[in-house]
């Protein structure tokens, strides 16, 4: 049997807003926008009153779109490009583009730690730019954008036949499904639906 524990930390929260002690500072480096979708920055607002002590990283338009809509926040922002590598709590981050319409500027992210190489695709159809998906290769893992199973016709996401498919061209060691819908059955009939011959986790990003 396997037990996966979701929101772990008690009624205050953990961190604790506001609190400065080692635990609660270690766990608040950063935040990374990879694109101005509601469903992506709307829960910064609960960091309101940390606002001055977080850093937060995108592309210029991303940025000024979050923080328009958070227009009574203020936190350290960092206007990034993509391609260019910044550091953030001992991780080099790169974001470059990916392909999300209607919106114009999307991004993935890859980490990097090491000799490990993390790769986010962030919310994005399989059209992504030939210099990203040469940054994307070869990653230890991969976490992909796959939000119906295969079968619908998307303009804005990847469907779990494509990311997978992505990972097996990029040849990711290990892919991750991200952004699930409801479309899927559940968790045990998709997959045995859909053998996808990777040490498959889907996990909520
Ligand atoms: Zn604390
Ligand atoms: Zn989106
Ligand atoms: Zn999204």
């Known amino acids: 049997m396997k ?3 979701l929101g772990t930390g008690d009624a205050i929260g953990t961190p604790k807003i506001g609190c400065r002690c080692p635990a609660c500072a270690d766990a608040l480096d950063g935040v990374i926008w990879t694109h101005a979708h509601y469903d992506h920055y709307a829960g ?4 309101h009153r940390v606002q001055n002590r977080v850093p937060v990283y995108g592309l210029q338009e991303t940025m000024d779109y979050i923080l328009n809509y958070l227009y ?5 922002r960092n206007v990034v490009e993509t391609g260019v590598p910044f550091d953030l709590a001992g991780m080099e981050f790169t974001l470059f583009e990916v392909n999300h319409p209607p919106i114009c500027e ?3 992210v890859l ?4 000799s490990k190489k993390l790769v986010v695709t962030g919310d994005t159809n399989l059209s992504i ?5 040469e940054m994307m290769r070869g990653a230890d893992l991969l976490v992909a954008d796959a939000i119906t199973p295969p079968g619908y016709n998307l303009n804005k996401h990847m469907d779990s036949e494509e990311a997978v498919g992505l990972g097996r061209r990029l040849s990711a060691k290990e892919v991750v499904l991200t952004h699930i819908s409801h479309l899927f ?3 045990d009939v998709a997959i045995k639906r859909w053998p996808l011959g990777f040490d498959m986790m889907t ?3």
């Open 3 to 5: 037990v996966t524990l």
């Open 44 to 47: 910064f607002g609960d960091f």
């Open 72 to 76: 009574f926040m203020r936190p350290k």
């Open 106 to 108: 999307a991004a993935g």
């Open 111 to 114: 980490v990097r730690v090491g």
């Open 129 to 133: 730019p030939e210099a990203s998906l």
């Open 185 to 187: 059955p559940p968790h």
């Open 203 to 205: 996990m909520e990003l």
